[in-house]
């Protein structure tokens, strides 16, 4: 339970309002022209405009599986972080299910094409966020039922619908450490009801599915196992898969059915086995249908078969389980098939381990439909003239995205982790700070390096142009500011000194308008200002209270006071941007939400509208040069998410 927080207390005579983060006293000076009637209590306005998710990039496959599918309205569905994508590729149309208050870990398309059942992970806050799973409508995005809210203990980790009586029950595998299963007449109520539940497997469980053909019969399988489940009677009854003396695999990987109701399984030996229709051996196998492990199997309406595994192939069969000849090799760059599933006409589209969606077919090559990050994103730098924007991470890769074409423009790998990133203020050049102290000067549009530089061996944790374009403020995890001179068309840096004087890591960093100026917070909650020319500290800080500054980045300043809810220990909120044009301030925090403000946000229990979507904690919000659009990236979430940014025409204080 977080400390009560104490109230601001604002010093009238001297000008100073005093915030306290974890107990800690944090100074700031009042502007001149409010110091005599400012009141940190006092009312705040409504933020002046709206955000509307417009467009999300990324995917997840890295450790998701059966999670992408076609639907009759010709879109595909998946997820990433806690949104649902119904995303038409001719089109380029998204739309977006928001129902979820963290990590959605599974996805079963009812018989009916219609309907969609999402299971979500525990998040940060078990009140708002316990797992559980939502049964809603993809013409409409309504929630028809909330399931298992206060059944399921940690995860849902896979989900099918019944297939031969038309869809009436929804099999649940929690990835609890007893893996429980859990079997739902999920129509009746608004919370469904519960028919079953059993220890389904003390090892990971991979996949469930419904027999086609037999009501009663749940297969699943994972590590070590492949069951077979009867339900009847109010009872499920287990057996396990007989391998006989055939090598037993570490994991079965993947199941499927054929039209007959026999059953496919493919194992992590790169095995493909039939398992006869009601019984537990093995009446067919196919050795080394792929180098490794077998991350999909696809029957189809004619009954041939399709498999994607781990070696990067996808391979076409009969439904004899004979090949062939058609293969795919899928590029390495976009990893392997970890789904593949049927699309419009012949056309396959595959989810992969590299959070990639691809579209095409045996004869026409995988094209890109869905790019996205695969490890930990904190790099976010919008360009400064064009509706472009620049994210990294810990993936090594930089992506420069088109916001109105909604595609990535180019891509690079810099063959380290990267933390920061920032465009030359003409958006020529654009600077990467990896974690390792490395910062590098590339050609926005050639991608040519110009330049490394080394500050530190700890990560560079911000970089600022100043807004006449003659410095480069390097921020680093080391508790230095280094301060250099740029010439040659942002093509050179010289070092003009270092500003030294933090306790603790730089977090953000700020020049004031006529480029003099440099405000900044460290992991220790200071707020400090300095000469940047003399990289020298301003240790009066009451000669601060009235620069103007270009841009509002820092999450503790006076303008940034209202930002932080009671409670909050200094960590809850990561990032802050002040639009370009316009009096609103975005945050983002670790309980992955957004928020917007009135700015500047100086008052104590500032109003604001909220924004749930990410998963994780949000690690950049910035806005376009003509604040048309907001982006915002989640950390381990890997999403990057466009948001439309309109006029707000009421003043209502929270929105989902």
């Known amino acids: 339970m977080k400390n009560r927080a104490k109230e601001a207390q604002y010093n009238v005579d001297e000008g100073i309002v005093k915030m306290y983060l974890r107990g800690r006293p944090i100074n700031m000076y009042v502007p001149s022209d409010i110091r005599e009637t400012y009141n940190p209590s006092g009312p705040s306005n409504s933020p002046p405009a709206k955000l509307k998710l417009e467009w999300v990039y990324g995917y997840r496959g890295r450790d998701c599986r059966n999670n992408v599918y076609q639907l009759p309205t010709g879109e595909i569905v998946y997820f990433v972080a806690a949104v649902v994508v119904l995303y038409n590729v001719e089109d380029q149309m998204q739309r977006h299910y928001l129902g979820h208050t963290d990590d959605i870990k599974c996805l079963a398309v009812h018989p009916n094409k219609l309907l969609i059942a999402t299971g979500q992970t525990a998040g940060h806050d078990r009140r708002d966020a316990r797992p559980h799973i939502r049964v809603w409508d993809s013409v409409s995005l309504n929630t028809l039922h909330v399931i298992g809210i206060s059944d399921i203990e940690r995860s849902v980790s896979c989900l099918a619908f019944s297939k031969a009586d038309g869809g009436s029950l ?51 399988c994972g590590k070590n196992h492949i069951s077979f489940w009867n339900c009847d009677n109010g009872m499920l009854a287990k057996r396990m898969g007989i391998f006989e003396n055939r090598e037993r695999p570490k994991y079965v990987t993947s199941i499927s059915f054929t039209d007959t109701g026999n059953v496919i399984s493919g194992d992590s030996n790169g095995n493909l086995l039939i398992w006869q229709r009601g019984g537990n051996t093995v009446y067919k196998m196919v050795r080394g249908a792929h180098e490794g492990p077998i991350f999909s199997i696809l ?11 781990k070696d990067g192939r996808i391979i076409e069969w009969d439904r004899d389980l004979e090949r062939t000849g058609n293969v795919i090799e899928l590029p390495e760059q976009y990893g392997s098939p970890r789904v593949v599933t049927s699309g419009r006409g012949s056309q396959l589209v595959v989810g992969t381990t590299r959070n990639c969606l691809l579209g095409g077919t045996f004869t026409f090559p995988m094209r890109p439909v869905m790019q996205g990050h695969t490890e930990e994103l ?28 909604r595609t990535i423009v180019w891509s690079k790998d810099i063959g380290e982790h990267i933390q920061s990133a920032a465009f030359s203020n003409s958006g020529e050049i654009v600077i990467i700070g990896t974690t390792s102290g490395k910062w590098l000067v590339m050609d926005a549009e050639t991608r040519e390096m110009y330049s490394q530089h080394q500050d530190g061996n700890e990560p560079i944790q911000v970089l600022k142009f100043s807004p006449n374009g003659q410095y480069l403020a390097v921020g680093s995890r080391d508790n230095n500011i280094y301060v250099y001179q740029v010439s040659e068309d942002c093509r050179k840096y010289t070092r003009v000194g270092r500003c030294q004087g933090h306790s603790s890591f730089v977090t953000h960093l700020d020049w004031s308008v006529d480029s003099q100026f440099l405000q900044s917070n460290s ?22 209270r009235d620069i103007e500054w270009a841009t509002s980045t820092c999450t503790l300043t006076f303008a940034t006071l209202g930002i ?93």
């Not at 992991?523 to 009451?542: H, K, M, P």
């Not at 990410?614 to 990057?640: E, W």
């Open 170 to 220: 929804l099999v649940a595998v929690d990835e609890a450490p007893d893996h429980n299963m859990s079997v739902w007449d999920w129509s009746r109520g608004e919370r469904g009801y519960k028919l079953l539940e059993t220890k389904c497997s003390a090892d990971q469980v991979l996949a469930v599915e419904f027999s086609p053909v037999d009501r009663s019969t749940i297969i699943t």
């Open 299 to 309: 029957v189809q309406k004619d009954g041939g078969i399709i498999t994607g595994g």
């Open 378 to 405: 904190w790099a976010l730098t919008p360009h400064p003239g064009h509706h472009q924007f620049l994210t990294a991470g810990y993936d090594r890769t930089c992506y420069l995205w088109d916001t109105m074409a």
């Open 523 to 544: 992991g220790d909650y200071e707020l400090l200002f300095w000469n940047a020319g003399l990289c020298r500290q301003i240790v009066q800080t009451s000669q601060m």
């Open 564 to 656: 932080w809810p009671e409670g909050a220990d200094g960590t809850d909120i990561n990032t802050c941007a002040k639009a370009n044009k316009t009096e609103l301030l975005a945050t983002g925090d670790d309980f992955g939400k957004i928020k917007l403000f009135a700015s500047p946000a100086c008052h104590q229990k500032a109003r604001c509208l909220e924004y749930g979507g990410h998963s994780s904690h949000v690690t950049s919000v910035g806005f376009l040069h003509d604040d048309s659009r907001m982006i915002s990236t989640g950390g381990r979430d890997t999403a990057i998410m466009q948001w439309i940014v309109s006029p707000s025409s009421n003043s209502s204080s929270s929105q989902r």
